[in-house]
């Protein structure tokens, strides 16, 4: 049997937001905060940033980033077919022959397809080589620049036009995963504490949705300073390894179902990493363990060195195929990580941040 989507999780999902132009998550979100949250505030940046319990003590800030992969409009030719660049970090051998959504600023979605020169007409060589993304263009249907003017515009936001649909049990697959479960988990965790939580909470938790972590990590390096934390906990996706070609004395081994995923490495503070260890045994949620010796390629990097620096956590929900328009996760990954960080927040105690 298929597990039901959370719904708040589903219209996340359903949201167009590329980095720099997330306006369709940040309404999402605004409309699930704001019933729950003692305060929703944005920034410059377009952070969504809801607080919870205002005089706790400690602040614990929990950031996931509600930006997804997308494309850009550059360059339009007189015929009306449109050239792009990438809107984060893109495997170019899937961008052709993708249905792309175009977000018009003249109002509408405008539908079309990404195209190359076809297989046939490629010599031997050029079929072995990963097409050069000046060699790649969209076709809106249009005959010509005029009429391609009329509809979009250079600089217009494009994503790809997968939606979120169940696979199997508790799978699902959707483009946007990256990291819309992130910022659907730490929204969530607010949600249930302020229904479930009365009276038992200590600390002040302040859930962010970022902007901007696919062109680098920027929505995160400024709300850290509106929020001032004393913990930060970032949540983002890790790379499931348990799919064939993918070597696991390389990379690790991270299974999707089997939990979310604890960082440790010099990215992650120790006593914010025991404490969601401890979490996991006691509340019998699943768990597993990843090491990240460098700077971690989420949230968490720059949490931990803003300011005059923050304990910083890590936690990633396991995933298949990241940065492609099939990103697939296991739902009960979702729910254990929801549990788990709720689980956090209720173990701080005032002023158990002196300890670090």
């Known amino acids: ?153 250079i600089g217009d936001p494009i994503v790809y036009a997968d939606g979120l649909a169940p696979l199997f049990g508790s799978r699902v697959v959707g483009r946007a995963i990256d990291n819309r479960a992130g910022a659907y988990v730490v929204c969530e965790v607010l949600r249930r504490l302020s229904t479930e939580a009365q009276g038992l909470l200590k600390a002040q938790v302040v859930a962010v949705a970022t902007t901007q972590e696919e062109v680098g990590t920027r929505g995160a390096a400024v709300s850290v300073y509106g929020v001032q934390p004393h913990i930060a906990v970032a949540v983002d996706v890790t790379h499931a390894t348990d799919h ?25 503070n120790p006593f914010v990493y025991q404490r969601l260890l401890d979490c996991c045994r006691q509340a019998e949620i699943p768990y597993q363990i990843e090491a990240d010796g460098r700077p971690t390629g989420t949230d968490a990097r720059v949490l931990q060195v803003s300011r005059s620096g923050v304990a910083t956590g890590l936690v990633s929900i396991p995933l298949r195929y990241m940065h492609t328009p099939a990103e697939t996760i296991d739902l009960e990954d979702l729910e254990n990580t929801v549990r788990l960080l709720k689980a956090f927040a209720l173990s701080l105690i005032p002023g158990e941040y002196g300890h670090f």
Not at 247 to 262: E, N, S, T, W
């Open 244 to 268: 064939p070609e993918c070597d696991r004395c390389k990379f690790g081994d991270v299974k999707l179902g089997a939990g979310p995923v604890l960082t440790r490495g010099p990215n992650i």
């Open 1 to 153: 049997m298929l597990m039901e989507i959370p719904a708040f999780f589903e219209a996340l999902m359903g949201a167009r937001s590329p980095s720099g132009y997330e306006y369709e998550a940040q309404r999402v979100i605004d409309a699930h905060m704001e019933p729950v949250a003692d305060t929703l505030q944005g920034d410059a940046l377009g952070n969504r940033i809801a607080r919870l319990n205002l005089k706790g003590d400690p602040v614990l800030m929990l950031a996931g980033h509600m930006d997804e992969l997308g494309l850009i409009i550059r360059y339009i030719n007189k015929e009306g077919f449109l050239y792009f660049d990438t809107l984060g970090g893109h495997d170019l051998g899937i961008i052709p022959g993708r249905r792309v959504q175009i977000l018009s600023s003249k109002g509408a979605i405008v539908q079309g397809v990404t195209g190359k020169r076809a297989v046939h007409l490629m010599d031997a060589e050029e079929r072995k080589k990963a097409p050069e993304l000046h060699k790649l263009w969209i076709d809106i249907g249009v005959k010509s620049q005029t009429e391609a003017l009329e509809r979009v515009s």
